[in-house]
């Protein structure tokens, strides 16, 4: 191991639940091993960007939405008829530009086809998610936009604590949309909505709810 990685374990250990360590003039090769050595500690997201490496550790708010997206995301694939494929918070990275993240959940639509069957994903060759999942509640996510646009994420979702937002890339740069690319059904306020009733009437509650609307809205379009 290299002893810049040990030091960086060290500091990984001591860092508050919620808080992020920000380091400069990290090698792509100490953050290759770094992620390797972080395989067994679950929930902290690293980004690497041209030498600046951040990780977050994990929050215990994030969880419960993160899965509720991700549920809402398969169960509008089974109304809808629409191939998924889920990759959690899978690291992408491309060496040849020096960038890498770990959503916090990521899922292919469009090119799951492509994907089906992959073991490890290259992104050299491979497409990129088509959606990858932040949930930030501190804005902290907004230092990963220019990663993923580099690795050529076509699609962010962002849950802020209280409100989802959708972002499409757009000549590198991210863009507000109020409807997702990926699931052209699904508007940003929607999502909202069902969030908002999982947290008053229960996870389950509001799924079954939202299948039902799922249900009703691939019912009209069919028509």
């Known amino acids: 191991m290299l002893a810049q990685t040990e030091i960086y374990l060290d500091a990984i250990e001591h860092l508050p639940s919620g808080a992020t360590l ?6 792509w090769d100490e953050y290759e091993e770094l992620l390797a050595q972080m395989e067994n500690k679950p929930g902290y997201r690293v980004s690497y960007d041209r030498g600046r490496l ?3 550790s994990p929050r215990a708010d994030h969880e419960k939405p993160k899965e509720f ?19 959690g918070s899978t690291t992408y990275r491309r060496r040849k530009k020096l960038k890498g993240a770990e959503p916090d959940t990521s899922f292919y639509v469009q090119n799951a086809a492509r994907v089906i ?3 490890v994903l290259d992104l050299e060759v491979d497409p990129p998610p088509d959606v990858v999942v932040e949930i930030d509640t501190t804005n902290e ?10 690795l050529g994420v076509p699609e ?6 209280n409100k989802m937002l959708f972002y499409q890339l757009t000549e590198q740069h991210y863009t507000e949309i109020p409807r997702s690319r ?8 929607a999502v909202t909505k069902f969030l908002e009733r999982s947290q008053t009437e229960g996870q389950t509650a509001a799924l079954r709810a939202f299948r039902q609307w799922a249900r009703e809205q691939a019912s009209n379009i069919k028509e």
């Not at 920000?22 to 090698?27: A, F, I, K, M």
């Not at 996510?141 to 580099?150: H, Q, T």
């Not at 990926?182 to 306020?189: K, S």
């Open 54 to 56: 951040e990780i977050m």
């Open 141 to 150: 996510s907004l230092s990963k936009f220019s990663i993923y646009a580099a």
């Open 69 to 87: 997206i991700l549920v809402l995301a398969r169960v509008l694939a089974e109304e809808t008829d629409t191939t998924l494929e889920t990759l």
């Open 156 to 161: 962010i979702w962002l849950y802020d604590g």
């Open 182 to 189: 990926a699931f052209p059904l699904l508007a940003a306020e």
């Open 22 to 27: 920000r380091l400069r003039d990290v090698s």
């Open 117 to 119: 069957g992959r073991r």
